[in-house]
């Protein structure tokens, strides 16, 4: 069983602020990483697949990057909006890791 | 443009079995070869996926409910089932069915862009 684990629990910054999230595998997963955002009340919303590539629709200030056990969201200037909960899914069982709560400091 | 709507009792008795159903709009469940999913979400918690199908009918299950879980296609409704035994208090959650991408003519596994609202499920007696 693949574990995926995320870092920090808990991320506080500003609007205009670059976030870095973490995302750790147990076990290699190659490039077979997804990340998810998820506000309050909604579905989760997919913005990347295979670790780099952006979902349609999804701004160009989120990417992705990491291959095998080591990946990262990064999100270049946040955006009022881009407040919420992030998680990573990996392929194989498409498990979630725990989520990173992206909240204004 | 797809759409997908759960529905299914709101309240389910420990024990007893939840059934769920996801109706699919917008786009024919058999007229391409996708994968369709079960997600849940317990209050305040993260997400567990549940398991999958295959257009064609074959399943894929999270290990730790395996025993517990059956999913099924109805393709002359464009629906898709949820059935959870032997339901306890930890099963009470939101019950989200979404679709994996398709890029390309390769469909995923993983990475689900379309989701329904979810549907909340309270096992109480």
Do not use: H
């Amino acid at each position: 069983e693949i574990v995926l684990t995320q870092s920090p629990a808990t991320l506080s910054l500003s609007p205009g602020e670059r976030a870095t999230l973490s995302c750790r595998a147990s076990q290699s997963v190659s490039s077979y990483l997804a990340w998810y955002q998820q506000k309050p009340g909604q579905a989760p919303r997919l913005l990347i697949y295979d670790a780099s590539n952006r979902a349609t629709g999804i701004p160009a200030r989120f990417s992705g990057s990491g291959s095998g056990t080591d990946f990262t969201l990064t999100i270049s200037s946040l955006e009022p909006e881009d407040f919420a909960v992030y998680y990573c899914q990996q392929r194989s069982i498409p498990e979630f890791g725990q989520g990173t709560r992206l909240e204004i400091k | 443009q797809l759409q997908l709507q759960e529905s299914g009792p709101g309240l389910v008795k420990p024990s007893e079995t939840l059934s769920l159903t996801c109706t699919v709009s917008g786009g024919s469940i058999s007229s391409s070869s996708y994968y369709w999913g079960w997600i849940r979400q317990p209050p305040g918690k993260g997400l567990e996926w549940i398991g999958s199908i295959y257009y064609s009918g074959s399943t894929y299950y999270n290990p730790s409910l395996k025993s517990r879980v059956t999913i099924s296609v109805d393709t002359s409704k464009n629906q898709f089932s949820l059935k959870l035994s032997s339901v306890t208090a930890a099963d009470t959650a939101v019950y989200y069915c979404a679709r994996p991408l398709a890029v390309a003519g390769f469909y995923y596994y993983y990475g689900m862009d379309v989701w329904g609202q979810g549907t909340t499920v309270t096992v109480s007696s």
